[in-house]
């Protein structure tokens, strides 16, 4: 069975912070999964502004 894991990238402003999964990018930040989901919800993004930013990047296949 294949399952789909998103790859993005966060950045602050216009540079780009680091790239891989919500978990990968969590552990580059030392902080938890969900304060980098968060992110991604409208209030995540109204929250900081034009400071951090999370793209969605691709949807990498990953088997498993």
Same mark, same amino acid.
């Given at each position: 069975m294949t399952k789909?894991?998103? !790859?993005?990238? =966060?950045?602050?402003?216009?540079?780009?912070?680091?790239?891989?999964?919500?978990?990968?990018?969590?552990?580059h930040q030392h902080v938890?999964?969900?304060? !980098?989901?968060? =992110?991604?919800?409208?209030?995540g993004k109204r929250r900081h502004g034009s400071g951090l930013c999370l793209v969605l990047i691709e949807e990498d296949d990953c088997f498993g």
């Open positions: 789909k894991k998103p !790859i993005y990238a =966060l950045y602050q402003g216009d540079q780009n912070i680091c790239d891989g999964t919500i978990d990968e990018i969590a552990t938890k999964r969900d304060s !980098i989901s968060f =992110l991604k919800t409208p209030s």
